[in-house]
């Protein structure tokens, strides 16, 4: 059972760049059968998806976060990552790490990223 | 206009049912798209219920009982999560998601309240 698990810092300053670390175990990021997924969720704005990269290394973002956002694979076989960049108040979400199969098979924890200075 | 619109909250007694939708913006056919519906308790993640296209085309999330249905309202251009036999842990929020122009849109999710 593939399980996933977010990393990173809780606090970003506006302007900067958020960046978050999925370490997945169980299975590979090089495996053919998940897409790897970002997805956040707001007190005000529910759950919205953020992107998917796939064990190639194409990605698909959502068109809202207009460029802001690139998700790559990690060095090691088990790690994916998210960067969100130009922060303000408005991306201060839970962000989850999420295996696509069909649907979305493994959720992390989240991991609550606050834009404050 | 959202391009799912759930309702906020629901409420139902123990041992009911409750019928959740998931209603797709005009000009969006529900007909053609797979509903996804996601449970998520206070704390936790979402978690996967089932994927609902037609009585021929749905699946059910591994340990998901089977008092937990889709359906569709071809009429109303919605999708349906069906809870049969309503317990307390079953007061959760409830999200349907689509895929739509090869992105993920989520409703905004309902609140079911079981008393």
């Known amino acids: 059972q593939v399980q996933v698990q977010e990393s990173g810092p809780g606090l970003v300053k506006p302007s900067k760049t958020l960046s978050l670390t999925c370490t997945v175990s169980?299975?590979?990021?090089?495996?053919?059968?998940?897409?790897w997924n970002w997805i956040r969720q707001t007190p005000g704005k529910g759950l919205e998806w953020i992107g998917y990269i796939s064990y190639t290394g194409n990605t698909n973002y959502n068109a809202s976060l207009k460029g802001r956002v690139t998700i790559s694979l990690g060095t090691s076989r088990d790690q994916l990552s998210l960067s969100l960049t130009s922060v303000t108040a408005a991306d201060t979400a839970v962000y989850y790490c999420?295996?696509?199969?069909?649907?979305?098979?493994?959720w992390g924890q989240g991991r609550l990223v606050t834009v404050s200075s | 206009q959202a391009v799912l619109t759930q309702p906020s909250s629901l409420s139902a007694s123990p041992g009911a049912s409750a019928s959740l939708t998931c209603t797709l913006r005009s000009g969006i056919d529900v007909g053609t798209h797979k509903i996804y519906w996601y449970q998520q308790r206070p704390g936790s993640p979402p978690h996967f219920l089932l994927r609902y296209k037609s009585d021929s085309d749905d699946l059910r999330g591994s340990g998901v009982p089977s008092r937990f249905s889709g359906s569709k309202d071809a009429s109303a251009n919605a999708g349906i999560l069906i809870i049969s036999g309503l317990q307390s842990e079953d007061e959760a929020d409830y999200y349907c998601?689509?895929?739509?122009?090869?992105?993920?849109?989520f409703g905004g999710g309902t609140k079911l309240t079981v008393l």
């Open positions: 169980g299975a590979s990021v090089s495996s053919p059968y998940y897409y």
């Open positions: 998601m689509i895929w739509h122009s090869n992105t993920v849109i």
């Open positions: 999420a295996a696509y199969n069909d649907f979305f098979a493994s």
